[in-house]
């Protein structure tokens, strides 16, 4: 049974944090314990970055780890009964590395000079381990001076708009994390969004079933813009 790091504990050091887990207790005497260390919960092939079968003591020291990231940890027991240990692991426990700035978020989509984008489209980008939010700016200039719109959320998409059509914009993400950390903005983007067609114009003058006089007067309607 797993005892230290307690489950969910935060900021682990990058190396050397002691497992800790329970002598098992067994009919016969214990030969070995297996430990494993993923990234995933499932502990999935190509997660598993600790896969110890022979170790004979209780506890075991953490070797390099990355910053952020959050680790998944079990351990089995191995008897003359069962000398290969597991399938019978104890319920993982998990522990997060300690925080670091994030990285530059890596902007997907809409494509960097892409045209005809609709009026409300999808903003896209990937993050790093250690960036847990993001700030999403959009602007009608490259500075950022004449914002659109400056949010923070915690997904890594999200869906503007309506912006006007036939329009230049500009858009960038920051990466944060609790720690607290922010990391530098993504490159900037932009896009341009479709040319709609123009609206009905709107007929002013003169009346509907209207009696003009001749000659006829100007005819008046609203502009579309």
């Known amino acids: 049974v ?13 190396s050397g944090t002691a497992l800790l887990w329970r002598k098992a207790v067994s009919g016969s005497p214990i030969l070995s314990y297996h430990l494993q260390i993923a990234t995933s919960l499932n502990f999935i092939a190509g997660t598993i970055v600790v896969n110890d079968s022979s170790l004979t003591d209780t506890t075991y020291s953490t070797g390099a780890l990355n910053n952020c990231v959050k680790y998944y940890w079990r351990v089995s027991a191995k008897n003359a009964s069962c ?24 902007l997907t989509s809409p494509a960097d000079g892409g045209i005809n984008i609709p009026i409300s489209p999808t903003l896209s980008w990937t993050g790093d381990a250690c960036s847990d939010s993001y700030r999403l700016e959009v602007a009608w200039d490259a500075g950022f001076t004449q914002s659109v719109l400056d949010q923070t959320l915690n997904l890594t998409s999200s869906q503007i708009g309506p912006l006007s059509d036939d329009t230049v914009y500009y858009w960038r993400v920051t990466a944060m994390n609790a720690g ?3 990391g530098p903005p993504s490159a900037v983007r932009l896009f341009r969004t ?6 009905t114009p709107t007929l002013i003058f003169p009346a509907n079933d209207a009696t003009i006089p ?12």
């Open 180 to 182: 607290p950390f922010t």
């Open 214 to 225: 001749l000659p006829p007067p100007p005819f008046v309607w609203s502009s579309s813009r």
């Open 83 to 106: 000398p290969e240990g597991g399938p019978y692991f104890d319920p993982p426990r998990n522990f997060r590395v300690v925080l670091a700035a994030p990285a530059p978020p890596t």
């Open 194 to 199: 479709v040319l709609l067609p123009p609206p």
């Open 2 to 14: 797993p005892i230290s790091p307690a489950n969910n504990a935060t900021d682990i050091p990058l």
